[in-house]
């Protein structure tokens, strides 16, 4: 359906309204663009609620991790999308992100690489700027604690090992997985990875904390150096 410019949604048809198609039909009758536009409420004096919606949808090709990295400012440089607006919207990325690490969370015991990235990649997997965190377990891997260790920029991020050690005392923590994410989508580490690798696991022998893992995560998979025997 193409909407006057400017027009109001209380002006369509009920039918084409999103909250009144949610309330009769369901969450999931409804596009990503007829979400996003329930989120915002109005447009701008020249697009409708939805057709503004769709353009910044299209901005990122209507990929969701895509849209989920956009900034406060990046939203704010659309016309019709106000501080208010800016920050319904990520606010209800935040929600949906925290949703995904409650259900990691709620297993508790992490057994395999599959599931500690499972905790990670809400955490970090659609950050656009790197940051190494570290998960804390027990004797028998229930995770206790995950904490960012340092953030970083685009290209790398400097973690601590007597940062990462500290804590893990503190805990009283006997294993550690340790992990950072690429965002440039690559999953191959580099050679300071594995020189940190190597550090973190010398170090966790030292103090009798087992290194279990280093993981690289990305928004779609993940390396784990665990599985490919160089841990």
Same mark, same amino acid.
């Given at each position: 359906?193409?909407?006057? =410019?400017?027009?109001?949604?209380?002006?369509?048809?009920?039918?084409?309204?999103?909250?009144?198609? %949610?309330k009769?039909?369901? %969450?999931d #009758?409804?596009?990503?663009?007829?979400?996003?536009?329930?989120?915002?409420g109005t447009?701008?004096?020249?697009?409708?609620?939805?057709?503004?919606?769709?353009?910044?949808? /299209? #901005?990122?090709?209507?990929?969701?991790?895509?849209?989920?990295?956009l900034?406060?400012?990046?939203?704010? *440089?659309?016309?019709?999308?106000g501080l208010?607006?800016?920050v319904?919207?990520?606010?209800?990325?935040?929600?949906?992100?925290r949703?995904?690490?409650?259900a /990691?969370?709620?297993?508790?015991? %992490?057994?395999?690489?599959?599931?500690? /990235?499972a905790?990670?990649?809400?955490?970090?997997?659609?950050?656009?700027?790197?940051?190494?965190?570290?998960?804390?377990?027990?004797?028998s891997?229930?995770?206790?604690?995950?904490r960012?260790i340092?953030?970083?920029g685009?290209?790398?991020?400097?973690a601590?090992? *007597?940062?990462?050690f500290?804590?893990?005392?503190e805990?009283?923590?006997? /294993?550690?997985? @340790?992990?950072?994410?690429?965002p440039?989508?690559?999953?191959?580490?580099?050679?300071?990875?594995?020189? %940190?690798?190597?550090?973190?696991?010398?170090?966790?022998?030292?103090?009798?904390?087992?290194?279990?893992?280093?993981? @690289?995560?990305?928004?779609?998979?993940?390396y784990? =150096?665990?599985d490919e025997?160089?841990?």
């Amino acid at each position: 359906m193409s909407n006057a =410019y400017g027009s109001t949604i209380k002006s369509w048809s009920e039918d084409d309204r999103p909250r009144e198609k %949610l309330k009769n039909k369901g %969450l999931d #009758s409804l596009s990503d663009a007829e979400l996003l536009t329930i989120l915002m409420g109005t447009g701008n004096a020249k697009e409708s609620a939805l057709d503004l919606a769709k353009r910044i949808l /299209a #901005s990122v090709d209507f990929n969701l991790l895509s849209f989920s990295r956009l900034s406060l400012e990046d939203l704010q *440089r659309f016309k019709g999308v106000g501080l208010a607006k800016a920050v319904r919207i990520l606010a209800a990325i935040e929600l949906g992100r925290r949703k995904e690490l409650g259900a /990691a969370l709620k297993q508790k015991k %992490l057994s395999s690489s599959a599931s500690a /990235a499972a905790v990670l990649r809400p955490l970090i997997g659609d950050l656009n700027h790197e940051e190494f965190w570290t998960l804390y377990l027990n004797n028998s891997n229930h995770l206790i604690a995950q904490r960012r260790i340092s953030k970083g920029g685009l290209s790398g991020t400097v973690a601590d090992p *007597r940062e990462v050690f500290r804590k893990a005392l503190e805990l009283k923590s006997t /294993a550690i997985i @340790i992990a950072h994410n690429h965002p440039s989508g690559s999953l191959n580490p580099s050679r300071a990875d594995d020189a %940190l690798t190597r550090q973190m696991y010398d170090a966790g022998q030292t103090l009798m904390v087992n290194v279990l893992d280093h993981i @690289i995560v990305t928004d779609e998979s993940y390396y784990s =150096y665990s599985d490919e025997g160089r841990l």
